[in-house]
């Protein structure tokens, strides 16, 4: 068992509080948006098995006394102690993620979408800040909440979306209504995307003024799109939230989304797991990159309610565990509340996993060596290493279903 150190990053959607109080570290005056826990090559955890290691979150100098190595490297010398036979790579990455304003709208891949975009834009040479691939993999996510939460995942009944565009009453969606009660998502959707810049400012005026319907949030999607308004002027991914399902998520409950289905985290702080992957594609809500071809062409248009587990709570020895269903291969997410009467043993340790302290303080031991997490620190457990679990802290495991 391995201690890892999470490598944070200042995106700057990022909330300047969150993560630092449930870590319990002074504010830096910096956007803390997320911090990764995974082996992913774009920002590894770091890894050490040095005793005591030092706080988790530190600046790295402070780190590289105990011989800290890269989580993906230490695997590629490690494999099958690592990973076990016959699986190539970790595959999840695991983050905390703490949203102070909109991130931007977006959708991910599916697999095979995934390889053969990869593929295409290496063999023509495009260059990365141009690219819609970072990577041949699909990026399945979910997001656990740990505060409360919001967001907006997947597509609503076009006849919904065209009443709500109706009561903007701005001339400029007229076209875009009609092609909803036609029953054509897929193009007034692509529309809306490619509105004229002329038209895309008159739009977002008569947004700004319409009268939301007084229901409490994310009943009224006009509501919801002029708070996203206020983060993102001029911005036409605010029109395009309007054809979304609002999501209000409580402790505990979480999100899921797959290849295919557009979101958006608004605000709010969550554990967040997916596929080991870093592929994007947006709508808007940013300014990045928007291939709004590329996008409409991976899209899921099938109107659907978004994916929401609040799983219940099981009384085992040792602990209060809640297991959240496995919708995707790559991870399955148990969450363990220690009772401070005994050690929780597993029973079975088929595969990686990563564990990471969520509350209080949290004893692992394994027949590899025993750990202490509090909020916010991590570590790596390899294949066949069975864990026990003790003390009064909340601990999150990621696994290999």
């Known amino acids: 068992m391995l201690r890892l150190q999470g490598r944070i990053q200042h995106y700057d959607w990022g909330s300047l509080s969150a993560i630092p109080e449930l870590v319990h570290l002074p504010q830096d005056g910096k956007p803390w948006a997320e911090i990764w826990f995974g082996a992913h090559p774009g920002a590894p955890a770091l890894v050490s098995s040095a005793q005591p290691w030092v706080p988790a979150l530190a600046d790295e100098s402070s780190v590289a006394a105990s011989a800290p190595q890269p989580l993906d490297e230490w695997i590629a010398r490690n494999h099958d102690a690592a990973l076990g036979a016959g699986r190539e790579a970790l595959p999840f990455l695991v983050k905390l993620l703490a949203a102070g304003r909109p991130l931007s709208l977006q959708a991910h891949p599916d697999m095979a979408q995934a390889i053969a975009g990869y593929r295409a834009e290496q063999d023509a040479g495009t260059p990365r800040d141009q690219a819609n691939y970072a990577d041949s993999s699909h990026k399945p996510e979910s997001l656990f909440a740990l505060a409360p939460t919001r967001a907006l995942a997947g597509f609503r009944r076009p006849a919904a979306i065209a009443a709500d565009l109706d009561r903007i009453g701005s001339p400029q969606l007229e076209p875009i209504a009609h092609l909803l009660r036609a029953g054509t998502l897929r193009d007034a959707f692509t529309r809306l995307l490619q509105l004229p810049a002329a038209d895309v400012q008159p739009a977002l005026d008569a947004l700004a003024v319409a009268v939301s319907d007084g229901q409490s949030w994310g009943q009224d999607a006009i509501a919801v799109a002029q708070e996203i308004l206020i983060a993102y002027p001029g911005d036409v991914g605010v029109l395009a939230t309007i054809f979304l399902n609002a999501v209000a998520l409580a402790p505990g ?35 990045k990159r928007v291939d709004v071809a590329e996008l409409v062409r991976i899209l899921n248009f099938e109107p659907a309610p978004a994916l929401i587990d609040d799983p219940p709570v099981h009384a085992a020895a040792g602990a209060k565990v809640r297991a959240y269903p496995p919708h995707f291969a790559e991870y399955a997410v148990t969450v363990y509340e220690l009772d401070g009467t005994g050690p929780y043993a597993e029973t079975e340790a088929k595969g990686p996993r990563i564990l990471l302290g969520l509350d209080g303080a949290s004893t ?28 009064t802290g ?7 279903p």
């Open 394 to 400: 909340t601990v999150a495991i990621v696994r290999v």
């Open 364 to 391: 692992i031991e394994s027949d590899q060596g025993r750990v202490i997490l509090g909020a916010g620190d991590a570590a790596f457990a390899g294949d066949g290493e069975l864990l026990r679990l003790q003390g």
């Open 253 to 287: 409950q979480a999100l899921s989304v797959g290849a295919g289905i557009v979101h958006c985290y608004l605000s709010g702080l969550g554990l967040e797991v997916m596929a080991n992957s870093d592929n994007v594609l947006r709508a808007g809500l940013t300014s």
